[in-house]
Every structure is written in C-alpha cells, then in structure tokens.
C-alpha cells in the first residue's frame, strides 16, 4: 500500500515532539503531572485563553477524558445529552454508562445538535409530572469537529450555552480533533472563545499529531475542585505526567499545533476538491480533515490496493461512502497520487 | 372524584392478601425469604411452570427486580437490548445505566420488539469491525403486557427467542401486570410458555392486587448461582421476606392471580368498548387492563372532576390521547358511570 | 420451639399497623410517596423535630436506605469512615461499594467510633503528600443503637458533629433500631438531637414493629435536592407509597414508636439481669434491645430446643457469645420461661 | 540536587526504547493494539511464558491494568482479597470501588499475605450462616514484588495457588515492578511460574523503563472471552497502541527487560549494604529495587538538599523510615556519593 487515509493516528508523532522528549530523556522530574514540564504546558495553554481562569490537566487518552470529567461533573441521576453520533454514545463501549450514566441521544443528520433541539429535550424533562421517574438531563456532550468532521459555529455554540445556563447544565466540548476546527474554513470558534463557552474542554493530542494525551480545560469553577483524584480513580494520571507536559508544550510553544492543523486540513480540502472535481458528491460538507466521498464499488476495489480509507456505510447500488482521513504526517505529493487514483465520473 | 383510574396501583391489596397477612402475624418466622411461606409460594408457582425447574425469588418492587437480574446477567461491556418504550429504559431513573449498563433502545411503534429487528442489531454490532469500541448487545428485556397494554404472542416470543439462542443472549420478560397478559383475548403466552422461553420472567405482584413485591421466576441455570447475593446487594431483600410469602401464596393458591387479571382486564376492555360505540378511537388495541382513548379536550376537563385518568399525550389541536386504567378493585359499576359521563361524539 | 429471640423481625406487625392499612384498604390515593397518608406522616415526624426543617423520605429497607443517602452524598472518589462493626461494612454484601465508592473502616471495640478517631483519619488524609492516590474521607456513617447494642451519648455525638463540620462531612447515623435507643437507660439522643447534630438520619421502621421502611430525615439542605430521583433510580421508591405513610403515621401518631422501643428493652434489659443474677458475664454493655451473654456450650445446646437465639461468637473452650433480640411483639411471660430454663451458674 | 532516589520514574525511558520509536516513526500501522509491532511484542513474551497458552494485552497504566482485570474478573458481589498495604486497598483513590467492588485488606506485616491467612478469610465467609449478607471473597490480589519491595518465592505461591484452586477464585498478580523481582537475590518466581500459577498477571514497564505502559497476560481461559471490550471501557486501549508495542518489543527482544532489572536491584543493594555499614538498620530486608533504612533525622534534612528520597514514616522521636528507590536510570557513582553523604552511625 502507498499511503493509508484510514485515519489520523497511523503514525507515531510530530518529530519535534519525540526531539523534545530525547532532550529530556535523563532530566529527573516530578510524576503524576507535578512535574515543570507539565506545569509550563499549562502556562502556555493558559495563555491562550484569552484570560479565562481555568485549570489545565493532560489525561492519557480520548475516552478517560470523557468519561472522567463527565463522571466528575453530575450527580447519579443525571445523564449527559449528546447526539446519535458522539463519541460517548458509540465508540466507547459504554464508557459512561459504566460510570452510572445514562447517555441521552438526540437525532442529528450532520454530527451536530441544536439548541432549540437540546431545550425541547430539558424542557419536556422538567415539564413531565413523572420527571423524577426520568434520568434528568445534567450536561450536554459536543464534539468540535464533530465526528463526521463538521464544525460549530460561534453563534450556535452561544445558543447552546444559553441553553445549559437556563438549565444550569455543564456544557462539555469533546476536541479530540479540536486543532482541525480552528483550520476549517470560516472557522470563528478558538481557544478563548472554547474558554468562555464551555465548563470544560479537550484538546486532543493523539490525532494532532502527538503521541498520545488530550489536555483538559476546566472553565467552570464548580467542576474544579479535586479533579486530579477523579483522574487517579479512573487510570487517567500518568506516572511519567511529564510525558504530555512536554508533548503539549512542544505542541504550543511555536505553534505547532495549529500549524499541524492547517497541514491536515489542506490535505483533506484538497481531496475534496480533487474528488468533486471528478464528478462525485460528499456525503457531507466536512470543512475540516475528513472527507466522506461517495464513489463507486468498482472504483473503490482496485484503489483499496494501493490506499486506505475507510468504509463508512454502504450508499446505494453501486456506491459505498468512504471516508479518507489526513493529518500532520500526511504527505502532499500522495495525495497527489491518491488523486491521480481516482477517475473521473463516466 | 368518584373514582380514580389513573393507575392500577391506587388501592392497597386485595382482602385476600390482607386477612392472609393478619392470620399470620404473630407466627414467628425465619428472615430474608427463608421462611416456611415463601417456600411454600416458591412451591405454588413452581407447580404451575410446566416441569421447568426454575429458582423463584420473592423482591420487593419491580425497579430493583429489573436492575437485579440485568446486572447479574450481563457483564461490565454489555448493553440490554428493549423497546425505546420499555420501562427500564424510560421510567427508571437510569436503574440500569447505574448498575453500569447501556439500554440499546429499538424503535417501536406498539411497545413491542420484533424478532428481525433484534436481530438486525445484534448481527450489525458483530459485523462492525469496530464491535470492539460498541456495547455489545447482552441480554434482551420485554415487557409483558408492554407499557401501552399491547401482549406478545407465543409466536412472536418464538422467534426472539431464536434469535437469542443464535447470539447466546438470555431474554428478560418484566411481566410487572402479567396477570392481565393471561387474561387478553386470544392470549397464548402463559406460566409454562414463559418458562420455557425466557431465561427470567417476572410476576408482578404491586400492579396484581399484592401490596407490593414481585416473583422473580430464573430459568436458565447459568443466572442462577448465588441471586441471592445480588438481590441482597441491590437493597431487594426483604427482612420479613414472609410478607412476600404470604402474598404470592394467596395470589397462586386458588387462582387469585388469574381472577384478578380477568376482573381487571374485563372492566378495561368494557370501556374500551364503551369509547368506541360513543365514535371515538383508541390510539391502541390494547387487550389488556389499560385503555388509550383519544377524546375531546372539552370534554375531558369536566371529566376530570369525576373520574381520574392518565394524560398521554397530545393527539390534536382538539384532542389527547389518556389512559384508563383497571385493577382487582375497579368496581362495575364505577365503570358503568364513567362510561355515563362520556357522550356520544357529535 | 417455645419462642425465637433471633432478631426482631422474627413477627410481621404490631397490630395497630395491620388495623390501620386494613381500614384504609380500599381508600384511594396518590402513589410513589405523594400520597396523603405519607404527607400526615412527613408532618407528625416532622413535629418531633425540635423545629428543624428537614425533608422525610419513606424507604423500603435499610439498605436501599444507607446505600441512597450515601451514594446521594458524597462525590466519585470519596469514601464512607464507620465502624469496623458497621452494618454497611459487613451486612449489606458491599452494597455501597457497588454504587462505586470505598468503605473507610475504623477499629472498634464496642461497635462506637469516637470523634479523635475519626479526626486522626481525615487528618492523616490530608497531611499526605499522596493524598490523591488515596480514597477521601467524605461522610461519617453512624448507627443508634449499634449492631452491638450501644448507644451513642449526645455528648459523643457533639465531638463527632465537630470533626464532621471541621472537614466539611456529612453526619448519618442509621437509626434501624432508633427506638431502642431512646429507651435505654440514660439517653439523651432524641429526634430533635439527631436532627440537629445529624446531616440525615433513618428512623427505622421493620426493626421497631412496622411491616418494613424506614423513614429517612434529610437535614443538611445540600443533601435535599432532586432526593427523589435518587430513590427512584435505586430501587426504593415504594409504587404504593401510602403503605409506608400509613405505618409511619400510625408508629408517630400517639407514641406507639416510643412504646414499642420501651417494650423491647424492658424485655432485653429483664434477660441481662436474669443472666447476670445466675452468674454469667455479658460480652457488652448493651442498654438496648440486643443482650449478648456468654454462656456455657453445655447450657446452650438443651435451651435452643425450647427458644431461639444467635451465635454470636466463640468465645472459649466451653462457652459461647449468644445473641437474644427482643422487640413489640416478645411475651414478657416467655422471658421468664427463658431465664427458668437458664440454670444458674455451678 | 544532585540525585533524586524518591521512585523509579522520575526519568523518561531507556534509551533503546526512544530510539525504537523514533526509528519507527513514519511506519504506518493499525490502531489500538492491532498493529504489527504490538503483535510482535506480544509473540516475544509469549514465548518466555513456558509454553503457556495465554493472552497478552497491552495497556497504558497500572491502576487502569488492575482495575481492568479485576473487573472483568468477578461478579457484582464479589470482592477482591488483598493485603492491607496492597497498591489497589491504598494508591489507586478508589479505583477498584469505582468499578463497584469491595477490597478485602488482610493485615500484613511484609506487603505479603499467606496462603492459610486466605483460606481463613475464604473460608470464614462460606461457613457464615449469613454469608449471602456479605461480599463474596472472588478474587485474589498480590504484587510482586510487594509494595516494600518483598518478593513472593515460588512455595508461598503455589500454596496460594491451591486456596484460590479449592474456592474457585482467580489469582491476580500485579507485576508493576516485575522485572525487580526476577533480580532479588533467590528468586524462583519467573515467567514461566508466573504464567502456570497466576490466572493473569501484568509485567510493568512504567517502573521498568518504559515510558509508559503495563503488560497483561491472561492465562486462564475463562477471562480471556472479549477482554479488549473491557480494555476499551475503561479508557486503556491506546490509540497508537504500537507505541506500547514498541517499547515491549524493545524490552524483552534482548533481555533488556532483565537487564534494567539487575541494575536497578543491584544499586539498589548497594544502598542497603552501605547503610548497614554504617551501622544503621532497615525497616524491611527488601531483596529488590527498594530500600527502607531508619535514619535519624539530624542525618536526614541536610541530605535531602543533595538527594532526594520517599518519607516512609515516623520510626521514633529521633529517627524516621525513609524510601531510596532505583531504576535504570540509576548511575552507580551517584550511589557512590550518596553512600558518601551518610556519616556512620555515632
């Protein structure tokens, strides 16, 4: 195979990260995430949020995130609203629910909910006479990008959190991809903007180039106090803590991290282009580094030889939706070849 | 009011019950169901399973039976597969999610899951190559009558449980108003059938003329070892488990249980019939104890002044749809008067 | 057998509960605890308060009861400090462990902890350097009388309320046999004691003559909110709440909950000083309902064919540590048949 | 300062292993343990294991491979037989809880806990006539070495391997420190033993020079059924699982892994053999990686401005036990000095 699109995490990491940790290798440091490097990776990522006093913590991956501050942030009778698609309600093999939580699916066609749709969900709840019979809706679930790759805009976000204040819910943003959101075209949602809206947080680190880690961002005062004992219960503490500080660090400093998303997502618009340039449409409208091409049966075997993607549902006929993922590592010139792979629409 | 039939549930127990339980109040007794009564219930019920040689456990309510028997069937990964009507997945306050697993919530129009449905389901998680990051389907939970009234046939039971055998999956069936399911027209599903076909069914006692508690009937050998542990866990074992005792033997010695079905379902099923010969619908054909009319809004505000009755849910611009609801103690000729207080639809 | 001094749950009721749900059988009423019968119940608690405003909950057990408040407490990654001797520690088969959090077992002789002890423990948790590797000492469970027979003294409850507000931690005391303790000689712990040094407090009702419940009183305002979902989701929410509301009513309506507890003592007290009067010595110092003689393995095995009673513990070569309970319903004229058939010591 | 001995994690990772992934960092590979690296890795330890037919998991950390497995491992009312001052009863903030079970402490005086100690507590709970009130003894945990660095020998095992054989019960080993164990002066408990008596144990590499990650390898058939559903859920399947498979490729590809254990063992020993030069005495006569030496305190405050070590506890009014801890990364001369720094005893 030439070069797998299956997804975003089929290499190791960023080269100035795996520098970064060689050059520390022998520093003796703190643990559990007391160490200097980690508390630096804070400073700067502080410093990007547009003076929003949260506190910053780096967990190990993408579903201890989750179900770690969702966990810590509702009581026993209450769910966490997210739609059909998100991460908690699909790929974590029940992760929340076996914290105790009742995941409250809402419809969604493009990855995304809404706030008019989230208020008539709490509002029905509240409005029942047998509400106590119910799991109370406590917090709302969002993914930026969305897991088929959409993006919030700034005034649906706002929407939604004033949704969450007049319920006094907890909003949560997932940003396991969060870096490719910032490099979507049109993008008006960034870290302050994250800061100010949501009670909390990630920024992703495994499909952003690093490692592994995701960095937690805890706006809301009232989700603060003794997160790092909720993360030691659930595994989410790493020894060597200085691990992700110096990942994440690298990845803020200079500005990798956005830059890392810029490159993913060029990559991804290119594809997109390339492909509906050739005749065939988009299953959806991602701006950012995923693409969900409808192509052929016919066309998709013999490319199958020499690229990967991923089968994401059977369309019609004759077609299946792919999709084809990039990222930081994800070399121009193959999507070139990628491209050249594919003919055009007869 | 004149009378209330807004649940089946609204009166204490049948006198039956009560004089049982004065008779024997000063006999001392062991604890915990252990008790010289609940044996003799165990043995009543066990008589009628057609040669099934099931445990039966004696709980208080149907909340706590419903989350025993789940947690102690599946494990950690696994969801319980229902109807998105279906008690525990509705009307529990997340019971089950807090023992730590997923409700797979089915479509469904009458209350009831089909076969091929369940089916689908299992058959697509073991499909995904991704099965791995899903709750996998576990268990399937019916109810019996369904939440709206609606009954399984002997058939239908058949072919879920195929599809359970295939996937190696135990069949829960709440039966919290069993009785009544014995008493619908053309019913074919009874103790037998039941033993035969769920690996745990029960019989609900609250919502059948007892004052409260439910038989627990396990059928399949492997949820069998050490229940007792689980129900002591779960807060559902009883000190006086006697009361338990006293109460399902009354209810199985001289077909206490079935008369009170019958009476209960031939009140609902008088106004059933009562409603339509006025011109109105029901929203369901229900066979069993409650009733759905969809009725005029101006006439069901002076109703309400004299006979009680469940808000649904809103069919119109000039309609709702509410249940009536029958039990053990719904008098004739209470009936008689509510159906007087309904006019004919002009 | 002539009489079983098991435990006190060996009857169903005193009778003036069967007469009271018996003569309300066919009274209709609100149900899941909204009933009329449960608010008159709430109310006359509520009188003996001593003016607190707390909120009173009816449960069916007392498990269901300890694993609620408690699990409604405290947060994820706290535990719950008792006794060594603790009913949750020892008899609820981890019941609170199962809703996810750890208990913080102390030493005790004679089933009491003390304020100190409790206070080196919190203390010692938090002058760790590791503290969030370790579970956090969030609540203070108590039990009045204890599982041996003790009785807390107000003065003892005072220190324990100081350490408790020191540490910001709940106070609840597990009142299964609360009124046992207002009977014992010297008390000075009454309702309105408990509900102002108590953050919750159970009245127990299956121990004290009640078919089953338990009243749960709900002081501290933190722990009032959204209580019901709580029950609700646990399992202990009784569908015909007005069972519980009838019993309590009746137990708190003229002094009957106070009568039944100076019967059971008198009798148990009558049986220690029979022991003691023929020469054997008393494990504890029980001034409750729960007498534990130490009495020869030779005596012992005649008298169980003539009374019941509960091994206790081994306690030498020749003798044994018995349990006798006695509650409403034990004959006075059967402890004089049981200290008749108790020799005095050679 | 010019060493800190306080753990063995306070430098990133051997050498060998950052080069390995450094080397490997553009090979595209599988996801979440699947990888061709990961499979390697698991090949190699398989077959150090004496043949047995066992399952190897990588996993991120050790809290999360404990509670992973002991979840996965017993039933809702069982619980986990530990010793008091094992690593899940006291640093793991209620992480074995959290997933709902009880941990059973047994008192311990050398981190062990003995084979008739067990059987004791096993058996004491079946022959209990209320036993069915009380968590279920399931499961059986130990470390090797020990938290003080004790190491099991291969008779203390096998004896236990026959309790947990009589009773049913799986038997756990925590390897976080494996590798130090395979060094202790004596051992008999290596891969093979360790594969042939546990029914799963981890080999660590966190502590043994990995950046990250723990081992887990499953011997007995009956816990092997779906357990990376259970990796998923609890948040330890890595997403770039290759990294993880990497590092144990490097580690057991030249005996590396043994390697870094012998160092670490032997500075270790070095320490203690100084100390006792000196005239001082050790708390516990630990044969591995630890070491626990009584030091008066006028010694110990100028030390630590040139070398870090663990506070361990009081020993008397003028004395303190204190923790010197070594690794890999350990530089001989560096003991040398701090040997240097300790005057012998007056």
Not at 55 to 62: C, K, M
Not at 246 to 270: K, N, S
């Amino acid at each position: 195979m030439r070069y797998n699109f299956m997804n975003d995490y089929n290499e190791c990491a960023h080269e100035r990260i795996l520098e970064a940790i060689a050059a520390a290798n022998r520093e003796q440091d703190d643990s559990y995430g007391l160490d200097t490097r980690s508390e630096h990776a804070r400073a700067l990522i502080h410093a990007q949020l547009g003076g929003a006093q949260s506190d910053v913590h780096f967990l190990v991956g993408g579903t201890q995130t989750n179900l770690t501050i969702i966990a810590a942030s509702i009581r026993p009778y209450q769910g966490v609203v997210c739609a059909e698609s998100g991460h908690i309600n699909v790929h974590e093999t029940g992760a929340i629910e076996a914290t105790g939580h009742k995941v409250i699916a809402l419809p969604s066609a493009d990855g995304k909910i809404r706030a008019e749709q989230i208020a008539r969900c709490v509002a029905a709840h509240y409005a029942d006479s047998t509400a106590e019979h119910m799991v109370q809706p406590g917090m709302v679930y969002l993914s930026q990008p969305t897991e088929v790759g959409t993006v919030y805009s700034l005034r649906e976000l706002e929407e939604i959190r004033r949704v969450c204040d007049r319920y006094g819910m907890p909003l949560y943003i997932d940003g396991a991809r969060l870096g490719d959101s910032f490099a979507a075209e049109g993008a008006d949602v960034f870290l302050p903007e994250l800061a100010r809206l949501s009670s909390a947080f990630s920024i992703g680190g495994t499909k952003m180039g690093a490692l592994f880690g995701e960095a937690l961002v805890i706006n809301d005062p009232a989700l603060k106090k003794d997160f790092r004992y909720h993360m030691k219960q659930r595994g989410g503490m790493l020894a060597k803590g200085r691990l992700l500080g110096i990942q994440f660090e690298t990845l803020f400093l200079d500005g990798l991290y956005e830059e890392i998303g810029r490159h993913a997502v060029a990559q991804a618009q290119r594809i997109a282009a390339g492909v509906k340039a050739r005749g065939y449409a988009l299953l959806t409208d991602s701006p950012t580094n995923q693409v969900f091409p409808i192509l052929p049966r016919a066309l998709l075997q013999p490319l199958a030889n020499e690229f990967g993607y991923a089968f994401w549902q059977r369309y019609d006929e004759t077609s299946d939706v792919v999709r084809f993922c990039t990222s930081w590592a994800t070399p121009p010139e193959l999507v070139d070849a990628l491209l050249d792979a594919i003919p055009a629409k007869a």
